[in-house]
Structure formats: structure tokens, C-alpha cells
């Protein structure tokens, strides 16, 4: 009897024990995450990301992180940086939106258009609204079709035309 005591209370510890680590993680990467918040709203972007970083070390599995991550590395202008974090967040959370968003922006910017255009599709299934998704889904169809205009031209050595195409196709820059 006294050793099945001695296990009950064993367990207990340990698992008060694994309840105050994790409380102390929790704390501390939301600690990491309103340093980074600070930082970016201030334009210190290496100091945001070293934030961010830090939060991820301490938990892998926070979607927001990742995101905020990205969002830092898309005004630092490392725009393929942000990827592999945009990706992490749509395994996290297939559902949202924004990071949905984002990455096709990307995508687009890639030449991704099947990809992008799955991507935009998917916020459309929460968002059936989203005014600016329905017109990244219809600039995908005119660049898929310059594109096609495009290699038509280089194909038949018009290369004046074939350059006018692509130079009209290139995505106007964004803010990041």
C-alpha cells in the first residue's frame, strides 16, 4: 500500500512539475512575442526577429509566431525568407486566412500561379466576400494568359512583343 502511495505522489509531482515548466514557457514566449511586437512597430526589424526566433525556439507549434516572423522578414524585404514561415503557419493553421493570403501573394510574385490561385481559392471556402482575393484570382488569369501570349511571341522570335508582355505582366510592388 505504501508503495502505491508512493507512485500516486510520484506522479503528482511530476506532473505539477511539467504544469509549472509549461506555464513558465508560456509566460516567457509571450514575453518574446511583445518585445517583437515593440521592435517591429518601431521599424527594428533585426531585434523584432531575434524576438520572434526566440518565441519559436521555445514553442514550435504557435502559428502566430511564425506569422509575425513572416510579416518581419516581408518588411525587412526577405521576401523568400518569409515563405518557408508562411508555409509553417498555413500546416499549422490551414484555416487562416491571412497567412493564406500572404503566401499567394508570394506565389504570385514567383510565377506560382497554380499555387497561388489553390491558396486564394482556400480563403474563399471562410471568405466568400474577400473582394481582394476574387481580384488576385482574376490577375492570375490575365498573367497565365500574357504568360501564354508571351511564349507564344518568344517561340516565333518576336522578342520586342514577347518583352512588352512579360514587362506588362511583372507585379506592381508592394509596401514590403
Do not use: C
Not at 18 to 24: E, H, L, P, Q
Not at 30 to 41: D, I, R, V
Amino acid at each position: 500500500m505504501r508503495e502505491v502511495i508512493s507512485r500516486i505522489a510520484s506522479f503528482y509531482f511530476i506532473g505539477l512539475y511539467i504544469n509549472i515548466v509549461i506555464a513558465d514557457t508560456a509566460k516567457e514566449v509571450e514575453k518574446h512575442l511583445e518585445l517583437g511586437k515593440q521592435y517591429l512597430a518601431k521599424g527594428q526589424f533585426p531585434e523584432a526577429l531575434q524576438q520572434y526566433h526566440a518565441a519559436i525556439e521555445l514553442d514550435p507549434t504557435n502559428y502566430q509566431t511564425y506569422y509575425r516572423r513572416a510579416t518581419v522578414l516581408l518588411a525587412s524585404g526577405k521576401v523568400k525568407a518569409a515563405l518557408p514561415d508562411l508555409d509553417k503557419v498555413v500546416e499549422l493553421k490551414p484555416d487562416f486566412t491571412a497567412a493564406l493570403t500572404q503566401r499567394g501573394n508570394l506565389l504570385i510574385k514567383q510565377g506560382k500561379f497554380d499555387e497561388a490561385a489553390a491558396d486564394f481559392k482556400k480563403v474563399l471556402k471562410t471568405d466568400s466576400n474577400n473582394s481582394e482575393v476574387k481580384e488576385k484570382l482574376t490577375l492570375i488569369d490575365q498573367l497565365r494568359e500574357w504568360t501564354k501570349q508571351a511564349d507564344y511571341y518568344f517561340e516565333n522570335d518576336d522578342f520586342h512583343n514577347a518583352e512588352a508582355l512579360l514587362d506588362k505582366s511583372k507585379m506592381p510592388s508592394s509596401s514590403w
